[in-house]
């Protein structure tokens, strides 16, 4: 069973930075592309970020271009965010996703404070 855990959020003030992980069990980790999303509180979710199965290819939406970073290590099974220069804007649930099976974690809460 394809199991995602987020872990790594938390409050901090705008101009910090978090480093959010996915931890992935129940399927061949390093054979799949993977991605990271976010919803605000009345929004609807969003692509953050992704990254190719072997991670030699990254996409960001452009509110997050430069700011954050998109990573994974295939021997931990695990995916990162770092997030820096954090801004309120980025307030939100973020949330793994593995699109090949159509799964979420449960989510990390991010509250960037002004």
């Known amino acids: 069973q394809v199991h995602l855990v987020e872990s790594g959020g938390g409050l901090v003030q705008s101009g910090g930075s978090l480093r959010l992980s996915c931890a992935a069990s129940?399927?061949?980790?390093?054979?799949?592309?993977m991605s990271w999303h976010r919803r605000a509180s009345g929004k609807d979710r969003e692509l953050v970020a992704s990254?190719?199965?072997?991670?030699?290819?990254?996409n960001y939406a452009d509110s997050v271009k430069g700011r954050f970073t998109i990573s994974r290590d295939n021997a931990k099974n695990t995916m990162y965010l770092q997030m820096n220069n954090l801004k309120p804007d980025d307030t939100a649930v973020y949330y793994c996703?593995?699109?090949?099976?159509?799964?979420w974690g449960q989510g990390t809460q991010v509250t960037v404070s002004s």
């Open positions: 990254i190719s199965n072997t991670g030699g290819s990254t």
């Open positions: 996703h593995n699109r090949w099976f159509g799964s």
């Open positions: 129940g399927f061949t980790f390093g054979t799949y592309a």
